[in-house]
C-alpha cells in the first residue's frame, strides 16, 4: 500500500516535473526539464510535488476502492466495466484540485530561471489549494477535469473490466 505508493513516488515525480515543464513549454526536453530543476533547487527541486503526489494517490485510492468495493457484488463484463467508469470517474472528480495543485508545483520556476516561466508561490498543497481558491475562484482548481475524466473514466472502464474477467478465468482454473 503506502510503502508501494512511496517507491513509485520516487520514480514518477522527477518524471513528472519533467513532463509539466515540457508541456507547458518552460523547456525544450524532458533531460533539459530535469537539468533545470536539478539547478533551481538540488535534489529537492527534482521532488517537488512529492507530498502532492502522494496526497493524490491515497486520496485516488481511497475513493476509486470504497467505489469498487461498494458495487463489486453482482458483476458480469458490462457491469464492471461500468463500475470502473464510475469509480475512476468519481475518484478523477475528487481529487481534480489536488491534481491541479500538484501540476502547479511541479511547474514553477524559482530562483534564477524565475523569469522564464512562472511561480505560483506555493508552499506546500494546502497552500496551494486556498491561494488558487482565494486568488482565481474555486473553478480554477477544475482546469482540465474534462480530460482528465475522460481519461481516467475510459481507462478505468477497460481496467477493471479485465481485471474481473481475468480474475474468473484463474478462479475457473483452479
Not at 72 to 79: M, T
Not at 123 to 141: F, I, N, Q, W, Y
Request: proline share 3%.
Amino acid at each position: 500500500g503506502v510503502a508501494t505508493g512511496v517507491a513509485c513516488s520516487v520514480v514518477r515525480v522527477p518524471l513528472s516535473v519533467a513532463k509539466s515543464r515540457v508541456q507547458l513549454n518552460l523547456a525544450p526536453s524532458a533531460f533539459a526539464a530535469l537539468v533545470q530543476a536539478w539547478r533551481a533547487g538540488g535534489p529537492a527541486g527534482l521532488y517537488v510535488g512529492f507530498g502532492a503526489t502522494l496526497a493524490l494517490d491515497v486520496a485516488v485510492a481511497v475513493v476509486q476502492f470504497s467505489t469498487l468495493d461498494a458495487g463489486r457484488k453482482h458483476l458480469d463484463i458490462a457491469s464492471s466495466a461500468l463500475l470502473g467508469f464510475l469509480a475512476s470517474g468519481l475518484s478523477t472528480a475528487c481529487t481534480e484540485p489536488i491534481d491541479v495543485v500538484r501540476t502547479r508545483l511541479m511547474a514553477q520556476l524559482r530562483g534564477s530561471d524565475k523569469g522564464k516561466g512562472t511561480d505560483f508561490n506555493y508552499k506546500s498543497l494546502g497552500d496551494g489549494l486556498r491561494k488558487a481558491a482565494a486568488d482565481e475562484g474555486v473553478t480554477a482548481l477544475y482546469r482540465g477535469l474534462l480530460p482528465r475524466l475522460l481519461l481516467k473514466s475510459l481507462g478505468g472502464a477497460i481496467w477493471y473490466s479485465t481485471y474481473v474477467h481475468c480474475r474468473g478465468l484463474f478462479e475457473a482454473a483452479r
